[in-house]
C-alpha cells in the first residue's frame, strides 16, 4: 500500500483517483492541498515582512531568498498541534513561523495584517498558479484531442435531432466542432481571469 503525507490530499476520494491519475493529483497537490494551503498562507506572511524591511531599506537579495525558504520549510503538522492551543489557524502559524525566524524578524510577522488578508491572498495566488499551472494545461489538451476527433470523423454521419427526435442528418465530426468552439471560448476567459487574480491588506481588524 501507498502512504503519503496526509497534508498533500486534496479530498477523502484520494485513494481512488491519485494512483489512476498521478501525475494530475501531484500537480492539483502543489497548490490546493492543506499543505499547499499553509505554505501559501506563510509566503503572504513572508511577502509582509519582507515588504516592511523593504520600507526600512534593510532588505537585500539574500536575506530574502533566505525568508523565501522559511516559508517552504513551515511544517503543517506543527501549525495543526499550535492551533490546538490557540484554536485560530493564522494564529497557530504565525506564532510557528515566529520561532523560525531571528527575534528581531519575529515582531514583523503579520504586523499590519488582519488573518484574512492572509487567507485571501493566499488563496488567490493558489487560484490563479492552479489554474495556469493545471487546469488550463488540461483544459488544452482537451481541446486538442477533440480538435483531432472532430478532423477524423468530419464525414461519419450522425442523426441530428429537434424536441428529442430525428432531424436532419449532421456528421459526428461537426457535433464535436461545437464542443470544440465552446471550449476554446471558455478557455480564453479563464485564462483571461486567473490573470485578473489579486491579494488584499485591509489592515488589523479589516478597517483598510
Known amino acids: 500500500m501507498q502512504s503519503r503525507n496526509i497534508f498533500e490530499n486534496l479530498s477523502c476520494l484520494d485513494h481512488r483517483y491519485s494512483l489512476s491519475e498521478a501525475a494530475v493529483f501531484e500537480g492539483l497537490s502543489q497548490y490546493i492541498s492543506e499543505q499547499a494551503s499553509i505554505v501559501s498562507c506563510a509566503k503572504a506572511e513572508i511577502a509582509l515582512v519582507k515588504a ?13 531568498a533566505q525568508l523565501d525558504s522559511i516559508a517552504l520549510a513551515v511544517d503543517p503538522a506543527k ?6 492551543k490557540t484554536h485560530h489557524n493564522i494564529r497557530a502559524l504565525v506564532n510557528v513561523m515566529k520561532t523560525m525566524v531571528s527575534a528581531d524578524i519575529g515582531p514583523l510577522v503579520h504586523l499590519g495584517a488582519t488573518s484574512v488578508d492572509i487567507l485571501d491572498t493566499a488563496l488567490s495566488v493558489r487560484m490563479r498558479d492552479v489554474t495556469q499551472q493545471v487546469v488550463l494545461p488540461e483544459l488544452k489538451a482537451l481541446e486538442l484531442e477533440l480538435c483531432r476527433i472532430a478532423e477524423r470523423d468530419a464525414e461519419v454521419p450522425q442523426v441530428g435531432r429537434t424536441h428529442g427526435q430525428h432531424a436532419v442528418p449532421i456528421t459526428f465530426g461537426w457535433s464535436i466542432a461545437e464542443f470544440v468552439s465552446r471550449l476554446g471560448k471558455s478557455i480564453l476567459r479563464i485564462e483571461e481571469l486567473s490573470k485578473q487574480l ?11
Not at 79 to 84: A, F, I, S
Open 52 to 64: 516592511h524591511l523593504d520600507y526600512r531599506g534593510q532588505l537585500t537579495d539574500s536575506f530574502a
Open 79 to 84: 501549525v495543526y498541534e499550535e492551533e490546538e
Open 198 to 208: 489579486k491579494g488584499k491588506l485591509a489592515g488589523p481588524v479589516g478597517a483598510y
